[in-house]
């Protein structure tokens, strides 16, 4: 069964940091572009990070850049999410999804192929 499975979230207090980790099994996720997403409660989901599958392009929202940096080991099947001067305002549901589509289209979840089920990523104040 082809899936994708978060990882990594959990507690820290504010100015912490956090790896994620999104692994593929099933399928290769090299020819993959990989995209983070969080939601929040009572928020809309918002759209983290993106990185094609050659690791050369890579977006990020606003609110997270010079904080995260994405990452992938397409030799261990994996995409990371290093997350750096956490804030409480980080604290949501972390997805990874992966599909084809262009990371200067992201947020856009058209070309969407697989959804992990999320991890949870909390920062106290």
């Known amino acids: 069964q082809s899936q994708l499975v978060e990882s990594g979230g959990g507690l820290v207090q504010s100015g912490g940091s956090l790896r994620l980790s999104c692994a593929a099994s099933?399928?290769?996720?090299?020819?993959?572009?990989v995209g983070w997403f969080r939601q929040a409660p009572g928020k809309e989901r918002e759209g983290v990070s993106c990185i094609h599958g050659s690791g050369k392009t890579t977006n990020y929202a606003d609110s997270v850049k010079g904080r995260f940096t994405i990452s992938r080991d397409n030799a261990k099947n994996v995409v990371y999410l290093q997350m750096s001067s956490l804030k409480p305002d980080d604290t949501a549901v972390y997805y990874c999804a992966a599909g084809f589509y262009y990371c200067s289209d992201f947020p856009s979840t058209v070309g969407v192929d697989y959804w992990g089920k999320g991890t949870l990523v909390t920062v106290s104040s």
């Open positions: 099933g399928f290769t996720l090299d020819y993959y572009t």
